[in-house]
């Protein structure tokens, strides 16, 4: 069993930066390939970012490329999303997850979901 907890959303304003981070629990979190996903009000939660097991491999959602960075810290257990340049239209609830095996962009192929972190962005 893995467990997720999500933290650093909050209110920014557009231009602005957060770094979004995800703590895991359990010992095979360097197993796990990871993604981040949003959720805004009224819409299908979509793909963020993913990245591998090892990190060197990562993809972009191409609403958020050149903008959002996903990192991971394996000592750390950890799974990070840098956002710069925010815009109010990334304003939606993220969330992080884990997967065995390679990461996806389908949110059904995750076994573990974080409960969430609210980012809002204003003009």
């Known amino acids: 069993q893995v467990q997720l907890v999500e933290s650093g959303g909050g209110l920014v304003q557009a231009g602005g930066s957060l770094r979004l981070s995800c703590a895991t629990s359990g010992r095979t979190f360097s197993t796990y390939a990871m993604g981040w996903f949003r959720q805004a009000p009224g819409k299908e939660r979509e793909f963020v970012a993913r990245?591998?097991?090892?990190?060197?491999?990562?993809y972009y959602a191409d609403s958020v490329k050149g903008r959002f960075t996903i990192s991971r810290d394996n000592a750390k257990n950890t799974v990070y999303l840098q956002m710069n340049s925010l815009k109010p239209e990334d304003t939606a609830v993220y969330y992080c997850a884990a997967k065995t095996g390679a990461s996806s962009e389908r949110p059904y192929e995750y076994d573990y979901w974080g409960q969430g972190t609210q980012v809002t962005v204003s003009s």
């Open positions: 990245i591998s097991w090892s990190g060197y491999v990562t």
